[in-house]
Structure formats: structure tokens, C-alpha cells
């Protein structure tokens, strides 16, 4: 701790501290009073009580040394960064911190100007501004969001990371109140025909990225998403409006959106033939693997946290499927041989996070952790060798297998999946 | 694309949102009713805890009318995606030679000069693949060849969308297509030939057959 040695005492801590004690005659040198000041203020800084604090203001911002940052996977117009999950507490991520993906960088769209379009098999296309959609009544729902290629970096028989953070694993995961307007109150305005099963939800950024849903879907839950944990959606995820689909891989949830074409049949764009396939090592690919299947991840304690003694922790983590709600999350400290049901933070909601906790008394021996989500349809999220025996070693989107810590014997925290398989 | 007669009775969403937010209600009351004993079910609360879908209120007109008819032109003006059957494929042609130019102009910069050699996508590997593909291009696993129009269309070149004409994307996606061997280098891409190009991968895609989180995992 700073403020330790009298060398970084600040003037003000050495008069606050001392004065009263060396006008009772205790303190008879200086270095008697260095000794206690360094036992009654640990910090270098004023004290606070002595001096007036900041006015208020327009805006707020962390505390200076409180900077979570997201991790940028690279400088490029197709990228991404990924939320800091081992700094966050409960479920909703901070806007500024929600993880991107962007395929052609973040479109600058006015609000007044933006316009989505809504034509194909319907009775009445029509155009919406912003105000519009706006007018209508409106929902608010919280819901993960993650990006299908989340976990990715860890699905490697040969090459499995062991100094890898949680962050740099499943930081393509965030969770938010959004709000809007249901797809399926547009839809009924513009009159869907029969025969129809299938949108196409464009986006207004350089990429015009396009993604084709079930009717089916949209119709159930979808959303017209304008507004994010209390303001409206940021640039990054969308501004003004991007379609919302609860549970469904995070590519489909298009930004900018400019465009639905109510159709009937997928229109096979890039980013649903070459890309967010899954080549299963049968011969065949699966298309269209929307739904984002149950998952659960450890955040605390995590690589490179370092346990500093043995005794009482509490592991936490973060549990979600796309399919409903978490109704079990277990831990094993034990490297998998035995499980204990962890408890759940309510209020436990539909294709949300959920923070999982449980309280380990750690012995100072080596071990491996783990967790596994069980979701309201019954599915255990599964074992990496069983995805591996299901689909081969060359997909690379839905890598929703159990995560593992390993905690060596002096308290070092890395990845430890790699010494399980 | 086509007009099909007589609307989808959407009310039978409205119904089936409404019963699902007095469902939610009585699961409220039987989850909580026990231990507290003063929760109310209200079916006026929407968004509770069964985090369902809302339906409209009761009350609501048949149409709010917000926003404004679509024009047809306004329509064709957006309408630009393309489909395998190539409904959206614009007039125009275009040859492997042009595209050659084409491909040399704007593309070999991000592509490489035999679209091999990035440093973004791979477009080109016609090495066919029985288990899975050790990399992945047009060559060896697009299933469509309508799909580069629509994405060249919409996303490329990448730092100048929108600036290729019509019979320019038809050229280059005629000479993507020769390089990754799918079609001669006299062939002519247009919209009646384009959506006929049978692409090697076509046969693998097959639709999500995972099962609904029963059963053995998929």
C-alpha cells in the first residue's frame, strides 16, 4: 500500500495525523511519527474528510483507478473487442464496455435521418424514421448478447492456452436492458402475406451486413432495439436501431438496420454460407445455427489473478442459454470428479446472464475448477471431448463446452482446460 | 420478391402473447405467493418475471399508421439484395478478362495477386474436402455463386463500397469464379447464368439439426 513508508507521506496526512498526537506530548521524534502515520492513514493521499470534494456534473465517470478496458483483437474495419468480464459485478455490462463486432467499422447515422424500410411479401411497405418507430408502444427486456465465435481461441486439440484470460476466452459476451419496439407490432402494421417464413434484416454501415431469420422467430421476440441500459443504443452496437433477437448468435443481430425484406425462403448471404457455418467434419456443414446453446464460465478466480492465501473464496461466474432460463449451475473444484449445485443471483431471467456463486475453502493444493449450466430444457452444457466427438475439430463458432481454471499450489490462476484433455 | 394474395392472420400472435402474460402471472403467484404472501398477479405488468414477449395492449387500433407508405422506387432503390434463384440480379454482363482488370485494380491489394495470399480472405482454393476443410474459400465451400453478387455488391472493395458498375461485379465474381476453376475463361456471367453455376460446396450445407437442448449433444 502507498502512504506505508514516511518517504511518500504528504504534508497534509503528516499535520492531520500527528498534530494532535504531538500536542499531547506522545510523539518525541520524527521518526516516532512516522510510525504513526503509517498506522493511522494508509493512504498518501488528502484525507477526504479535510477537504471539499469535486462539484457535481454533467456526466459521470469511473474512479480514476477503476478502468476496465475492453481487449481489441486488432486495428482493422473487421473487428472486435471483447468485454472485460473478471472486472464486471452482476449481470448488465456497462454500455461502454459491451463488446463489438463490426464488419466494415461503425457507420456515423443521424437519428433524424436514419429510415427503415420494410417491404417484401406484406401488404403495405413501409418507411419508418426513427420517430416513428418510436411512437409505438414499447418493451424493455434484459438479454445476453454473444457472438457465436465466442471461445474459439480455446477449441484446439493440439494448442490449448494455459495464460489466457477469461476476457481474451468469452469477452464476446455482454448483457443490457435494451428496449424497443416487437418486430412483430411492425409486422402487423405493414400487413404480413401468407406463405411467408423467412426475413432479411440489412443493416445501414458499409457492409450492408445481412443476415436472413425465421419469421418464426421475429415474430416470438424480436425487437427493434433503439434503447440500451437506460439510454439510447450507442454507435457501437447500433445507433440508432438494430434488430435484437434474444438467444440468437449475436451476428444476426443486425446494427443499423435499414431494411427487412419479409420473404420466403433464406437469402444464402456471405455471413450465412461462408461465415457462422460450422463444417462438422462429417462432410456437411450446418447452416443456420442460430440459437446460442446454455454456457457458463468462471470469471473469479481467473487468469492472472493470483489467490494470495488459502482459506475461504467465493468462485464466481456468469451462466446463460439462449433456449430460457439457467436452472442449475454446478462447480467442481475438484478437477470434475464431484459437483455442487452453486447458488443463482436472482432474479433469474430468459436468455440472460445469470451470477453464479459459490464458496470454496481452498487448501493451498493444486486443483482444477469448473462450472456447468443446466438450462429450463434440460441441456447440460457439455464437455469439450464431447463437442469435439459431435463436431469435429474444425468448426469454429458455438464453443460452448465447460471452461477450467487450475490453481497451482502458490495460488497462480491460468487456464486449465488443457490439462484435463 | 413475390406477391402472394390474402394476409397471415397475425391476430393469433396477439392472442397467444396475451395468454403468455397471464401465464407468467399465475407462475408469479405460485413461485412467490407461498413465502411472501402479497404478491398480485397483474396481468397490466408487462416484462415481469416470465420475460415474455409483450403483447399490444387490449385497446390498440388494428393499425397505428405510423410512418409512411413505401413508394415502388423507393422500394427498388433498397431492394438490392440477391437470391440463389438470382431474383435481384441487376442488367449486365461480364467476362473473366474484365474481371481480370477488375480484381487487379481493386482487389489484389486486400486478396493477394491469386487470391491466396491475403492478408484478408482466401477467395480462391478449389482442393475439394471430404471430412472438413482445412481452409476455407470460395472455391471449396460457398454454396451459392449468387452470394458473391450480393456481397461484392453490398461490401466490396472494402474501402470503396458501391464502386464497382454492375458489369464490373458480374467480372469480377466471372474471374473469382475461373480462378477457384468453377467456370472457363470464355464463360460469361450474367443474371441468367450466374445463379446456374453449381459451386463444389453446395450439397454439404445442411439445415441446424441440433435438437432443441433434448437429447445427445449435436
Known amino acids: ?421 | 420478391m413475390t406477391r402472394v394474395p390474402s394476409s397471415i392472420p397475425l391476430g393469433r400472435h396477439l392472442v397467444a402473447f396475451r395468454m403468455v402474460v397471464v401465464i407468467g402471472a399465475a407462475v408469479l403467484l405460485g413461485a412467490c405467493g407461498s413465502s411472501s404472501g402479497s404478491v398480485e398477479a397483474d396481468a397490466s405488468v408487462v416484462g415481469d418475471l416470465s420475460g415474455t414477449p409483450e403483447g399490444l395492449p387490449a385497446h390498440s387500433p388494428s393499425r397505428f399508421d405510423f410512418g409512411a407508405e413505401a413508394s415502388d422506387a423507393r422500394v427498388a432503390m433498397w431492394d438490392i439484395d440477391v437470391r440463389p434463384d438470382g431474383v435481384g440480379l441487376p442488367a449486365g454482363s461480364g467476362t473473366v478478362a474484365e474481371g481480370e482488370q477488375v480484381y487487379m485494380i481493386h482487389c489484389i491489394a486486400c486478396h493477394g495477386p491469386t487470391g491466396i495470399e491475403g492478408p484478408n480472405d482466401r477467395l480462391v482454393n478449389s482442393e475439394q474436402w471430404d471430412a472438413f476443410p482445412r481452409s476455407r474459400a470460395i472455391g471449396n465451400y460457398w454454396p451459392y455463386a449468387t452470394t458473391l453478387y450480393d456481397y461484392v455488391r453490398k461490401a466490396m472493395p472494402q474501402l470503396t463500397p458501391g464502386i464497382l458498375t454492375h458489369d464490373q461485379v458480374y467480372s469480377v465474381i466471372a474471374y473469382v469464379l475461373y480462378l477457384n476453376e468453377i467456370i472457363t475463361a470464355d464463360a460469361v456471367m450474367d443474371a441468367r447464368s450466374l445463379p446456374q453455376v453449381v459451386m463444389p460446396a453446395r450439397d454439404k450445407f445442411v439445415m441446424d439439426d441440433r435438437l432443441g437442448g433434448v437429447g445427445p449433444i449435436r
Open chain 1, 1 to 421: 500500500m502507498p502512504g506505508k513508508e514516511g518517504s511518500k507521506l504528504s504534508r497534509r496526512a503528516w499535520i492531520t495525523t500527528t498534530s494532535g498526537v504531538i500536542a499531547a506530548g506522545l510523539v518525541r521524534s520524527q521518526s516516532d511519527a512516522i510510525k504513526l502515520v503509517a498506522q493511522e492513514a494508509p493512504t498518501a493521499g488528502p484525507d477526504p474528510t479535510k477537504v471539499p470534494g469535486r462539484l457535481v456534473s454533467e456526466v459521470g465517470r469511473r474512479a480514476a483507478a477503476e478502468q476496465p478496458r475492453r481487449l481489441i483483437r486488432a486495428e482493422a474495419l473487421s473487428s472486435s473487442s471483447r468485454t472485460p468480464l473478471a472486472d464486471l459485478m452482476g449481470t448488465i455490462t456497462p454500455a461502454d464496455l459491451h463488446f463489438e463486432r463490426h464488419h466494415a467499422g461503425i457507420p456515423d447515422i443521424k437519428f433524424e435521418d436514419h429510415e427503415l424500410l420494410v417491404h417484401g411479401m406484406v401488404d403495405r411497405p413501409m418507411v419508418f424514421k426513427m420517430s416513428d418507430l418510436m411512437r409505438y408502444p414499447q418493451v424493455s427486456r434484459t438479454h445476453f448478447l454473444e457472438c457465436s465465435g465466442n471461445g474459439g481461441g480455446i477449441y484446439n486439440r493440439e494448442r490449448m492456452p494455459s495464460e489466457i484470460t477469461v476476457q481474451a476466452i468469452d469477452g464476446l459476451l455482454s448483457t443490457s436492458e435494451w428496449t424497443g419496439v416487437p418486430v412483430s407490432t411492425i409486422l402487423r402494421e405493414v400487413g404480413v402475406r401468407r406463405g411467408a417464413s423467412w426475413i432479411l434484416a440489412e443493416g445501414g454501415d458499409s457492409a450492408v451486413m445481412s443476415r436472413s431469420v425465421p419469421l418464426d422467430k421475429v415474430m416470438d421476440d424480436g425487437m427493434l432495439a433503439y434503447g440500451q441500459n437506460g439510454e439510447r443504443i450507442r454507435p457501437g452496437q447500433g445507433y440508432p436501431v438494430r434488430l435484437f433477437l434474444p438467444g440468437y448468435e449475436g451476428n444476426t443481430n443486425v446494427k443499423w438496420l435499414r431494411r427487412i425484406e419479409v420473404t420466403d425462403r433464406p437469402t444464402h448471404t456471405r455471413d450465412e454460407t461462408s461465415k457462422y457455418t460450422d463444417p462438422l467434419g462429417d462432410g456437411t456443414v450446418r447452416q443456420f445455427s442460430l440459437m446460442m446453446d446454455a454456457k457458463s464460465v468462471i470469471t473469479f478466480p481467473s487468469y492472472p489473478y493470483v489467490l494470495p492465501d488459502r482459506g475461504w473464496w467465493e468462485i464466481q461466474g456468469l451462466a446463460w442459454s439462449g433456449r430460457g432460463r439457467i436452472t442449475k449451475v454446478e462447480v467442481s473444484t475438484d478437477g470434475g470428479r464431484r459437483w455442487v449445485t452453486a447458488a443463482l443471483q436472482g432474479p433469474v431471467l430468459p436468455k440472460a446472464t445469470v451470477r453464479f456463486r459459490h464458496l470454496f475453502e481452498w487448501d493451498g493444493s493444486e486443483t482444477i475448477i469448473l462450472s456447468r449450466a443446466t438450462d429450463e430444457t434440460g441441456y447440460v452444457q457439455p464437455t469439450i471431448e464431447q463437442l469435439w466427438d459431435a463436431r469435429g475439430p474444425a468448426t469454429s463458432y458455438h464453443q460452448n463446452h465447460q471452461r477450467a481454471w487450475k490453481i497451482a499450489s502458490g495460488g497462480e490462476v491460468t487456464f486449465g482446460l488443457g490439462d484435463l484433455v
